[in-house]
């Protein structure tokens, strides 16, 4: 049986110019003939469990997915029985509800703040950076932050919300440079406790709440990799949020990871180690859910810079692993790069995109003026 399951890799994966033992850094090493039966009948989360339990490597692991999906292989090997029965609870059940919110955030967030001190840059951006002219980390999200400031028009004395602020990276740098206040929300405990501290002192007020409760107006809006997390049930109330928070003539800037296709399942794997309940949305999905509500002023996608941060974010956790070993042992290791190296590679691909879109409630008068 098991030289069945390995013919039958060995055939799927030369499709991608995969080797299986070959010499090419793209090709994969199995330790553990038990790879075999886990990729080929329990699909992805089979695949990603067996490189945690190192049953197999790769000497680039990034360039093995980029080929992989590349081919689109993940559509050749998945679990069939589970892809239904996951389907079928999509339909049933809102996994990003409100009661479930904190506890999907805070299962991925609330890891430590050491580790992400260490593997983010100077100040604490969880998000694809903008490498434009960037020699560095800290200089490619500071030109994130930056465009984003610039994409919004902020003026000193403008009041912002950050939907799903993190550690406060954005209301620091838009406080400082634009002098604006901003307001931000999270559902992430050590987030609000190490971002009020980064951000003492300034017009930066961080909660611990729901984007659902949020009230009041605001000039200007910004939700910077929080969309992810929403879920395709709750799109529409996502934006209705956002439509009763803005301002007549204000602006909202959305950056997401974005998909080609849209689909209500959630990546097993990523749903049981890394992000609990993370759906990427489509064109489509988010088209439909902010329809009437907001005027699309610009859509700017720069997913090949996602490949250049997570490659960042790897070089610094590996970097910095002695630091964090004693406290999150090996296999950890082992998950947090896969996933690290698996989410660069799927953005290497093209599978995924990043993308800023900008949007306004009944249109800019004379037009909108983009900004890179």
């Known amino acids: 049986m098991t030289k069945r399951y390995q013919n039958i890799a060995e055939s799927i994966l030369g499709r991608a110019g995969v080797t299986i033992n070959g010499s090419h850094p793209w090709d994969i090493v199995v330790h553990d003939d038990r790879f075999y039966r886990a990729a080929i009948t329990r699909g992805v989360l089979g695949v990603g469990e067996a490189y945690m339990d190192a049953w197999w490597d790769a000497p680039h692991l990034d360039e093995f997915i980029a080929r992989v999906l590349s ?51 100077k100040r604490m951006n969880y998000s694809c950076a903008y490498w434009e002219g960037a020699e560095t980390l800290d200089e490619a999200q500071e030109k994130k932050l930056d465009l984003i400031c610039r994409k919004l028009y902020l003026e000193p004395g403008m009041r912002v919300l950050d939907i799903g602020c993190g550690w406060g990276a954005f209301g620091k740098f838009a406080t400082e440079r634009y002098g604006v206040s901003v307001d931000g929300v999270t559902v992430s405990n050590q987030q609000i406790e190490l971002g009020r501290k980064l951000c003492e002192g300034l017009p930066v007020k961080l909660r611990l709440m729901d984007y659902r409760d949020v009230r009041g107006t605001y000039d200007r809006i910004v939700s910077v990799g929080m969309m992810e997390h929403v879920g395709y049930k709750n799109y529409r109330s996502f934006f209705e949020v956002a439509n ?3 301002v007549e003539n204000g602006l909202f800037l959305l950056h997401t990871i974005g998909s080609a296709t849209s689909s209500t399942l959630i990546d097993p794997w990523a749903d ?42 790897y070089a610094n956790f590996t970097a910095h692993w002695d630091a964090l070993r004693e406290k999150y042992g090996e296999r950890f290791f082992r998950m947090w790069s896969y996933y690290l190296l698996m989410s660069a590679g799927s953005f290497r691909s093209r599978f995924n995109q990043l993308w800023q879109i900008v949007l306004s409630k009944r249109g800019v008068p004379g037009g909108y003026r983009s900004l890179r």
Not at 84 to 112: C, E, P, W
Not at 284 to 310: C, I
């Open 71 to 121: 081919a689109r292989l993940n559509e050749k090997v998945h679990d069939a029985k589970s892809s239904v029965i996951l389907r079928t609870l999509a339909r049933m059940l809102n996994y990003q509800s409100k009661r479930r919110a904190f506890a999907n955030g805070q299962r991925h967030y609330d890891r430590g703040n050491d580790l992400f001190l260490l593997m983010l840059d």
């Open 272 to 313: 049981k180690y890394i992000f609990p309940n993370g759906m990427i949305p489509s064109i489509t999905q988010l088209g439909r859910s902010m329809g009437d509500l907001f005027v699309m002023e610009d859509w700017h996608n720069f997913g090949p810079y996602y490949d250049t941060t997570l490659m960042a974010w």
């Open 244 to 246: 009763r928070c803005l």
